[in-house]
């Protein structure tokens, strides 16, 4: 505060700061002008997507701290993943609008959007989904800006998930159901990123039909052990690797990781297309 104040006693002698007259202001019209430059200059304005993104990574740290709020955290979570992750990847979305854009849908998205400000019930998703879609899909038409929107969107959804990840009790948070989907829906990601942190989402239910197996499908989503492991990690009845008991619980994960792996090598730019 002090080498600010000293620096601008430096800039301004004749009473003026950032070139305004405070010489009467006063102190409410000196706080005034400093307000006015810090949301008026380009070096104060705030990133809030990013600071969004570091406060999600800073809760990974102290999730035992954060876990009691998930009244708080899942609605956000989930809001996320329909207004803002599900228009920037249509690989993954439920649905995608493909009406016109003109002046009138582009209102009623802006309309739709501050009502989902406003509100923070689930119920009202499925609908401000469909809105939000309406608002702002041209700029992901665009191949370029497609593949970097996508790359953004899914590594703030990886922080998102890597905090639900690390609670101790995932059958207690608030709206688990539609949790729990989520995660078993985005196993089949063809982001290997996504489905690590999805698997590890799944994993914290420390369900003992699929805990036992945790090294073996975490070697499944790792390019150097793929190959020996889905050799060596065999799912027959015959074999003993897998217990009679288990299966109908690990077998839909296990084929939601393999579909996922699928879906990464195949392309217009890979070998794997004409053969998947």
Same mark, same amino acid.
């Given at each position: 505060?002090?080498?600010?104040?000293?620096?601008?006693?430096?800039?301004?002698?004749?009473?003026?700061?950032?070139?305004?007259?405070?010489?009467?202001?006063?102190?409410?019209?000196?706080?005034?002008?400093?307000?006015?430059?810090?949301?008026?200059?380009?070096?104060?304005?705030?990133?809030?997507?990013?600071?969004?993104?570091? *406060?999600?990574?800073?809760?990974?740290? &102290?999730?035992?701290?954060?876990? @009691? =709020?998930?009244?708080? /955290?899942? +609605?956000? #979570?989930?809001?996320?993943?329909?207004?803002?992750?599900?228009?920037?990847?249509?690989?993954?979305?439920?649905?995608?609008?493909?009406?016109?854009?003109?002046?009138?849908?582009?209102?009623?998205?802006?309309?739709?959007?501050?009502?989902?400000?406003?509100?923070?019930?689930?119920?009202?998703?499925?609908?401000?989904?469909?809105?939000?879609?309406?608002?702002?899909?041209?700029?992901?038409?665009?191949?370029?800006?497609?593949?970097?929107?996508?790359?953004?969107?899914?590594?703030? *959804?990886?922080?998102?998930?890597?905090? &639900?990840?690390?609670?101790?009790? @995932? =059958?207690?948070?608030? /709206?688990? +159901?539609? #949790?729990?989907?989520?995660?078993?829906?985005?196993?089949?990601?063809?982001?290997?990123?996504?489905?690590?942190?999805?698997?590890?989402?799944?994993?914290?239910?420390?369900?003992?039909?699929?805990?036992?197996?945790?090294?073996?499908?975490?070697?499944?989503?790792?390019?150097?052990?793929?190959?020996?492991?889905?050799?060596?990690?065999?799912?027959?009845?015959?074999?003993?690797?897998?217990?009679?008991?288990?299966?109908?619980?690990?077998?839909?994960?296990?084929?939601?990781?393999?579909?996922?792996?699928?879906?990464?090598?195949?392309?217009?730019?890979?070998?794997? =297309?004409?053969?998947?």
């Amino acid at each position: 505060k002090e080498l600010q104040e000293e620096e601008l006693n430096e800039e301004a002698p004749n009473s003026q700061i950032h070139g305004i007259d405070v010489s009467n202001a006063g102190d409410v019209g000196i706080l005034y002008v400093d307000m006015l430059k810090c949301k008026t200059d380009l070096n104060y304005r705030t990133d809030y997507t990013n600071f969004r993104f570091l *406060l999600w990574k800073a809760m990974s740290l &102290f999730p035992d701290r954060v876990e @009691p =709020r998930s009244r708080e /955290l899942s +609605p956000l #979570l989930l809001r996320f993943i329909s207004n803002e992750y599900y228009p920037a990847d249509f690989l993954v979305a439920p649905s995608q609008d493909l009406r016109k854009k003109g002046k009138d849908n582009a209102k009623s998205g802006v309309e739709a959007k501050s009502g989902a400000e406003e509100s923070v019930t689930l119920e009202e998703d499925a609908v401000m989904e469909e809105e939000d879609n309406a608002e702002s899909d041209e700029p992901y038409n665009t191949g370029l800006q497609t593949k970097k929107t996508r790359r953004a969107a899914s590594k703030q *959804l990886i922080e998102h998930l890597k905090v &639900f990840s690390k609670f101790s009790n @995932p =059958r207690a948070l608030f /709206l688990e +159901p539609k #949790l729990h989907d989520l995660y078993t829906q985005l196993l089949c990601h063809q982001d290997q990123n996504v489905q690590k942190v999805a698997l590890d989402c799944v994993l914290s239910y420390k369900h003992p039909h699929i805990l036992p197996y945790k090294e073996n499908l975490q070697r499944l989503l790792e390019d150097k052990s793929f190959k020996e492991e889905i050799v060596n990690f065999s799912i027959s009845e015959e074999n003993a690797i897998v217990k009679p008991m288990h299966r109908s619980d690990l077998i839909p994960v296990l084929l939601r990781i393999l579909y996922g792996r699928m879906r990464s090598k195949t392309g217009s730019k890979t070998q794997g =297309r004409s053969a998947a």
